[in-house]
């Protein structure tokens, strides 16, 4: 509430600044906006049409933890919207000492800093200073994500909904640069790599957490769970380091000392099966909104994921060409 009630509308601001690069991102959230209405995400026409001034310090900050036994997420209870993986705090040194708790009761834990947030439509959401510091990929990207929230919840299922964002937010934002920057241009290609490697490194964490859900099943005690975690960890790491296939982007994996179940079921929150979404999107004949409607009809089933893996085979909904969105 904070936030809001000190944001300003954007309308007001423009004719009195002379920051061209907050011009430039007002226009492109403009231009994100649109396209998010016209792809069918709900609060395109009420959210990040105010500004609020963060001072560039993060708006927020999660906090999520895990048995170091298992890879199955801490919960905290919240009104409206029920149990989530993670939960949030305005106060960085708040986030840190919730986090040492945890570590002190024998969980894993981390606390992150958090580019935006969404209302989950509730209210309308404002544009931060620090979304302006990014690009307009990745500008396009942080928007849509958060308008997916607001138009798509599985109640009880944050993979799907984190997930879903993710490959909204990613597919509208290539799509948005194509269309200003033309689909050879250096701007576009080095979208398309990044998404290559992206897709590279999920499958290469998807073995790495399988291997350590294995080890978890074996329900041994902690005194010898925890050398092999590391081996595995280890293991994963020579691995990355031997696969020429990967960007750099990632080598912040190598830098890992230990295994952190709270940190890899972040990862995994935001990464889950997304060649499933992919899948989709082909069905669809690479037509948008059209999967925004197959996403919305999956969040209300019991097991969204194997809706996603049904709908990959099915045949197109009718949403107009394909090729403008």
């Known amino acids: 509430m904070r936030v809001l009630l000190g944001s300003q509308p954007i309308d007001q601001i423009r004719p009195t600044t002379t920051d061209t690069l907050h011009l430039s991102r007002f226009a492109w959230v403009d231009t994100v906006r649109a396209y998010a209405g016209s792809i069918g995400l709900h609060g395109a026409q009420t959210n990040y049409t105010r500004f609020f001034n963060t001072g560039s310090a993060p708006i927020s900050y999660n906090v999520s933890a895990s048995p170091k036994t298992r890879l199955e997420p801490y919960e905290w209870d919240f009104p409206f919207v029920g149990p989530l993986p993670y939960k949030g705090f305005f106060t960085r040194d708040l986030a840190l000492a919730e986090a040492e708790a945890l570590r002190t009761q024998g969980f894993d834990a981390i606390a992150r800093s958090v580019a935006a947030y969404s209302t989950l439509g509730y209210l309308p959401d404002p544009l931060l200073s620090t979304m302006l510091d990014d690009g307009e990929a990745r ?120 295994v952190n179940n709270a940190r890899l079921l972040s990862y995994r929150r935001y990464h889950r099966d997304l060649h499933l979404f992919d899948q989709v999107y082909l069905a669809q004949e690479k037509n948008l909104p059209a999967c925004v409607e197959v996403f919305t009809e999956c969040a209300q089933e019991s097991e969204p994921f194997a809706c996603l893996e049904v709908a990959g085979h099915s045949t197109a909904h009718s949403q107009g060409p394909a090729a403008a969105q």
């Open 139 to 258: 500008l396009a990207d942080l928007l849509l994500h958060e308008l997916t929230h607001a138009t798509i919840f599985a109640e009880g299922q944050i993979d799907y909904n984190e997930s879903t964002a993710t490959f909204v937010g990613r597919k509208g934002a290539l799509i948005l640069m194509k269309r200003r920057y033309g689909d050879e241009s250096p701007e576009v290609r080095s979208i398309g790599e990044g998404h290559d490697e992206a897709l590279q490194f999920n499958q290469f964490m998807a073995v790495f957490l399988d291997e350590l859900d294995s080890l978890y099943s074996r329900n041994l005690d902690l005194d010898h769970l925890l050398p092999l975690r590391q081996g595995l960890l280890h293991t994963a790491q020579d691995r990355y380091r031997g696969d020429p296939l990967f960007g750099s982007r990632y080598d912040g994996f190598l830098q890992w000392e230990h």
